[in-house]
């Protein structure tokens, strides 16, 4: 498991159909990957945003 998210909420208002808090543990994780490129580009943001980049991404939008 990946540790570094400090659970500081952005990603979930950035983009809050693709990440959802643990509460037990106090972390952030993804729920459903994008399926389109208005979707892609909010992830991307969260992404980039992330001040502990703890988000990771292994593959780039296919087909979108």
Not at 2 to 25: K, Q, W, Y
Not at 49 to 63: D, F, L, R
Request: aromatic share 6%; net charge negative; with cysteine.
């Amino acid at each position: 498991m990946d540790d570094s998210c400090i659970d500081c909420n952005m990603c979930r208002v950035t983009a809050p159909h693709h990440f959802e808090r643990n509460d037990l543990g106090r972390y952030t994780y993804v729920t459903k990957q994008p399926d389109n490129e208005t979707e892609w580009a909010l992830c991307q943001q969260a992404l980039e945003e992330c001040p502990v980049n703890a988000i990771g991404c292994t593959v780039a939008a296919v087909g979108v």
